[in-house]
């Protein structure tokens, strides 16, 4: 697989435009963004969230229509993409799981689905679409390092991205569609506030996050693009992205960073010098380990 030293591993951020329930489309459009990125020797490809059925399913009989199981029609085809392209691939699609939906996140090598995500903060109008995502928050080890997931909405909770750099994770890899409508301003210049907290947490947690992004609108749902690298220190490795035009990037990380990060000079190591006992007491917790 990767011709890189140990530790290090190219990353791909393809911030794509896609449409709601064009599933043969998006399909599609997610196997150019792969093929280029193998072209470009990626080891980890990060497509948006809900890539496959597009983000603005409107109502659950829309959903269920673009909805599928996992694996299925797409993740099979990422896993023949991974499989020509000796890469791994972490990408959004509509999950249907019996007579429920979850907006999900599948990671596909060449042997196929090694593990899944549902994102578990429902933004907006998606409450009345998804359940709640009750997978918890996995990290998954893969032949250059262990990796988390979160999906867009999920980096507004900073227990989320801490839980996973806590449990090992490098890198977490954020399938997104970043919207306006949380923040009471959207600044003109520099980054999106959505960019900022991306960058916060990683700084703050020691790891490296890719957010990969959409582009375009569904009618006056307007997406702001802005996909990014960001390492360790919080110092954007690639972007923020354009608001408005596709972009694929392959960014190499050095996944060792994330330990050396946790240790900023003479008795300054932020993991060890956090007070789990105060915290758990805070919390009520009986004493037993947490993460």
Partial sequence: MSSLPEGRVRVAVAQLDLAPGALDANRAHCLEAIADAGRERADLVVLPELAASGYRLGDRER?????????G???????AAARRERCWIAGGLCERDGDRLF?????????GVVTRYRKLHLFA???AIFEPGDLGLPVVDLPFGRIGILVCYDLRFVEAARILALRGAALIVVPTAWVGGFDRGRPADGPIEQ????????????VH??????VGADGDLAYLGSSCVVDPYGTFAWGPATRHEEELAVVEVDLEQADAAGRRGAGISPREDRRTDVYDAVLGYDGAAHA
């Fill in 125 to 127: 109008a998606e409450k």
């Fill in 103 to 111: 907006n999900s996140v599948a990671v596909v090598g060449p042997d």
């Fill in 209 to 214: 996050i890719a957010c990969a992004s959409r």
């Fill in 63 to 71: 959903a269920l229509a673009a909805s599928e199981p996992v694996p």
């Fill in 195 to 206: 960019v900022r907290g991306a960058a916060v947490q990683a700084n703050l947690d020691q």
């Fill in 73 to 79: 029609p797409t993740t099979l085809g990422w896993q």
